[in-house]
């Protein structure tokens, strides 16, 4: 044996029985080259999505324990019928749900998170020589009771197993060939990257480049699980998400990120005094909303603005609790803005260059975009733009910082 690979195939990869012997014949290869192999699977196609409708056909009021339990239903048709699949054309396999594959989980029902695996079912069915296909995207609650990981949360329990199963790589097929340089779609010579680390990926993950779930990111750098996002429907190589240390290089700057899902809102004349942030920011965290980028402006009488962002379509909540805080801390007034989108450089070179902010604000000048709002973390810097403006921003710092060359 050469060792344990997981192979994690998405919605779009199992979305027809041609795809799944697809699948299979992807499953097959690694299993011919001597490797032992556990399989992770997403529900066909838009299941979840038809899944979510049929349900509301049932009505106004539902239960997040049935929807889970509904939900779950997606991950183990396309399992069991990759084992079918792949037993059809000699191959020993086995599929398993969640539970079975002893994965426990804690937190609410429809994004609940792994707590805990068991693998000694998997290890005793691979012993055996079977491969093993795992019903992505859930557990079982200390309740026993059926939970879901969150919306792309099958990326979650492949990182998790190759973990716990110390797997040599954890293969994430989908339908992109690996992570860019910035989207393919809007700039034409972005080019694949061979390796991005596990903070580079992500921050571009949250910053709307998104093709792994972040909690598998996250779950991926805790464990150091090595992971390459590739396609199913192409041999070359994908892109391998590492630890920083284990790059072969890395550049200033990595990618050019944006996202159009971004509202601003901002508050005028807010009394300057202790515990202001922390009622406004209270309040939006009680209705579970993400607050992402947040400017306080320099005290000018006593008073100051400050300014935030938040994902658009928490835009309605979010008015409804600024309604209600502006007038408890004594604020001015307030505005907010729809027409509005982030862009971000990303890069882990980034910490030990001075000036690369700088290069992006010359260049973004240079084509009259205006910026907004700006922030920084070690390995990105984002600025909040007019969303008319968000394509020629993308593809002009992707050719400012030479991103299509290597
Ligand atoms: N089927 C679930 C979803 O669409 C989980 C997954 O695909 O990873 O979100
Ligand atoms: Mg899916």
New binding site residues.
């Given amino acids: 044996m050469l060792g344990l690979i997981v192979q ?1 195939f ?2 779009s990869s199992v979305a027809s029985m041609d795809k799944i012997k697809n699948v299979a014949a992807r499953v097959k290869a690694e299993r011919d080259r001597g490797n032992q192999v556990v399989v992770v699977v ?2 066909m196609g ?4 038809e899944l979510i409708e049929m349900a509301q056909k049932a009505g106004r009021n539902l239960s997040d324990r049935e929807m889970d339990a509904l ?1 779950a239903t ?2 183990q048709q396309s399992a069991a019928l990759l084992a079918l699949t792949l037993q059809n054309s000699g191959y020993d396999a086995i599929s398993l749900t969640g539970w079975q594959a002893g994965i426990s989980t804690r937190g609410t029902y429809s994004r609940a998170q792994i707590s805990r695996i068991e693998p000694d079912r998997v290890v005793k069915e691979l012993d055996a020589g079977k491969v093993v296909v795992i019903a ?2 859930q557990g079982i609650n200390p309740d026993g009771d059926i939970t ?10 492949a990182v998790a197993l190759a973990a716990v199963l110390d797997a040599s790589m954890c293969d994430i097929f989908t339908d992109v060939n690996g992570v860019y340089t910035a989207d393919p779609r809007l700039v034409t010579n972005a080019r694949k990257l061979a390796q991005v680390s596990y903070d580079e990926m992500l921050e571009l993950a949250s910053l709307g480049a998104v093709v792994l ?1 972040p909690r598998a990111v996250e779950l991926a750098k805790l464990y150091g699980v090595r992971v390459q996002v590739r396609s199913s429907f192409s041999l070359e190589k994908g892109t391998i998400i590492l630890e920083v240390e284990e790059m072969e290089t890395t550049g200033i700057i990595t990618g050019v990120a944006h996202d159009r899902n971004v509202a601003k809102l901002a508050l005028f004349d807010v009394p300057d005094r202790p515990g202001i942030a922390r009622t406004v920011f209270k309040s939006l965290a009680s209705q579970d909303i993400n607050v992402d980028m947040i400017v306080q402006s320099a005290n000018r009488n006593e008073h100051n603005d400050i300014s935030f962002t938040i994902t658009r379509n928490d835009l309605p909540r979010a008015l409804k609790v600024v309604e209600r805080v502006y007038q408890e801390i004594g604020a001015g007034g307030f505005t907010h803005g729809e027409n509005v989108a982030k862009v971000s450089i990303v890069g882990a070179g980034m910490q030990s260059n001075p000036g690369v902010a700088a290069d992006m604000f010359e260049a973004l000048a240079d084509e009259d975009i205006n910026i907004e709002m700006i922030s920084t973390s070690e390995i990105k810097v984002s600025c909040v733009v007019q969303s008319q403006d968000i394509e020629r921003a993308v593809q002009i710092l992707h050719q400012k910082f030479k991103l299509d060359q290597v």
């Avoid at 838009?46 to 999505?49: F, L, P």
């Fill in positions: 994690k998405g919605g997403s529900a838009d299941t979840t999505d939900l997606g991950e992505g995207f879901t990981l969150g919306r792309g949360g099958s990326d979650t329990t779930q």
